[in-house]
């Protein structure tokens, strides 16, 4: 076997780009996810019997069964009723959808973090519902949040490369393209790992540096 | 905090790791000088198996029927070179993805993938002689309207990533159209199907293919861009496995057995294959 | 090419390839827990080199993605020069998988044993490895266990994705279904259900075992 890394270099532009539409898909996925997450925590503990039981469902559903397999039922089986997403956009609302029910649980518990003495302490002083999570619960659920939610991006980010599957554009499916095509695929799976590996590295340096300022910032 | 107990324990921690790290060493230099790239008939004979790496999801060269079982025109084809070297056939389903390195790892004896005989490719892996022609054109529905490339404008085109087809319809599809690329057969069958895509790059065989799959459906081709050639694939410098294998087919094209097996599977008579 | 239809015996082909699937789930979860307790030790030991290593590997396995590892494992066989089955070089893959996430999830547990529990040992005159096993491994065992039940969802998705390198299991079942029927939907849905029939009593089975922790344990 001949192993090349003059091939690599070769094809480095072409699996950078594939590098930067993971990036791009994470952070979509990303806001998507947390928009998700607020709209099902908020739905948990605001709205009635019927509609928490179905966020519950839901977030069981997702969390239960491989991503893989809700892109499989997003991008192969919607079509049967009539809905055809394009492989990007399934990737897209597949992954927020994923993130969003694990944000949904995050800000529950960072919401349920704040204890039940500063809620009462803030009724004490008269503070209407939402003043109360404003000025009461909002910071020091987002510092208990942040963490969580910081672990999920790199995660995330790492799980766009099952969007290969579905052929989405990103970094996996470009790598999977030039392997087809060149018949190496060790070194272009070889170079792809090791760009993952930094991407993934990255994140979680700047992750820390940030959440770590930010929370710090706050501290009262 | 380092106690006598725990320099002894990391002494002996050490020459475990050494003694473990010696027999890997050992048990790849053993490993690796043996089959490496010897594989020859004879040893394929002696050994009673033949590995070959196929599809499971291509119809209808390699696909599971209703009773589950393996069936195609690859599949058969392998059936027949296994019978008659006189060994048992051991099916190695592959992907798109590790088809390759399967075959490159000795986990699959040869490869029989609908393979498009390129120079790239052939820089990796050797190729037999052309058991299959992929002939491709546009394809698309009786009531969609493509006479010339210039009718894509405006029109999505599906292709498989990166197979031979990609880098055709990328470069020749007008400016206006879109190329959407999927992973596999199944998936752009899937996509023509679901109305995904309005047209397909693929091969000439595939609107039958299509209109078997959507009962009544009347897909066909609207015009041919290319023709590329199928060849199993197998490791390099293995020339006592290719020589048999050119043989064998050689003679399946002289005698009629592979234009059955092409009537069979693809409801077309055996195109003419040129050698090199 | 025909198109069949959905059958019964449809389902019970799914049902049976579930069985790869958990047996591939459990021998991966046997063999990263092997390689996560030698991980998990290195990584808390008092050496610096032990837990520098430790630390390297599990960073590097856990940054890239499953999918990546499933396919790279064809190139780290060929390295050595041996020879693996589609079983060994899956399952062998997947245990690394499952090693680095486990090491990453026991070393944090034996980190969050009290200090306290140190000093403590240290009074009673025990070397570091009795330490470990008498006083701080046996409360470390007790706080992972949630988390590790948690893991095990998080594997047996993972083997999910073994259907990429043509191996047999649900996922794999599924699509060579939906290439034979095109159901798409409701075959998915079967598969999802199926996951959703092994993960959900262990997810839920972690959460109550985390719930448990909460009340006053007695030492």
New interface residues.
Partial sequence: ?NFSVGFVIAHLPELLRGAGLTLLLAMQAMLVGVAVGLVGCGLQLCAGRWARLAVQAWI??T????????L??IY??????GL?L??NLAALIGLGLYLGAFATEIFRAGIGSVGRGQIEAGRALGLGGFQIFRFVVAVPALKAVLPALGAQFTLIM??T??V????ADEL??IA???????????EI??A??LI??AL??ALRAMLTATAGAYVGRWRE | MKTSLSIGKAARAVRAAALALGLAAAAAVAGGGGGASALTIAEIQKRGTLAVGLSDVSPPYATKNEKMEHVGLEVELAEMIAKTLGVKLRIVIVT???R??CL?TDCADILIYGLTI?P??A???WFSQPYAVNASGIIAAKGTAIASLDDLVGKRVGVI???FG??VITEKAPRGATV????DMS?LL?AML???VDAIFENTLIPGVLNTMRRGGDFETKFVMTAGYWGIAMRQDRENLRQWINSYLFTIKTDGKLDALHRKYLNVPMPALPTF | MIVHDLTFGSIAYLLLAARWTLLLSAIAFVGGAIGGVALALARTSPWLAARLAAGAFI??V????L???L??F??GV?LTGLRLDAWTSVTLALSLYASAFLADIWSGCIRSVPAGQWQAARSLALGYAAAMRLVILPQAVRIAVPPTVGFL?QLI??T??A??VGFVEL?RA??VL?NMTF???VI??I??LI??AI??PL?LWSRRLEARLDRPHRA
């Fill in positions: 076997m069981e559903f969390r239960n069964t491989p991503l893989i397999v809700q499989f039922l192969f089986g919607l079509p049967e009723f055809r394009s492989a790492l799980a490369s099952v290969s599957t579905i052929s996996a499916s999977n393209g030039l392997q087809t095509t060149t018949f190496r695929p060790f799976y070889l792809a790992s993952y590996l993934a590295l | 798109a993805a590790n390759v390195a490159l390129t790239e490719r820089t990796q892996v990533r990166a197979a990609d880098p959407q690329r999927f992973d998936g899937q679901a109305g995904h | 960073q590097t856990e940054g890239i993605p999918l990546m590892l396919f790279l064809y190139f060929s969802v998705k993972g999910a994705l259907s990429m996922t599924g699509q939906n159901k798409p939907f998915y849905l598969v999802a996951y959703f993960c959900a997810s």
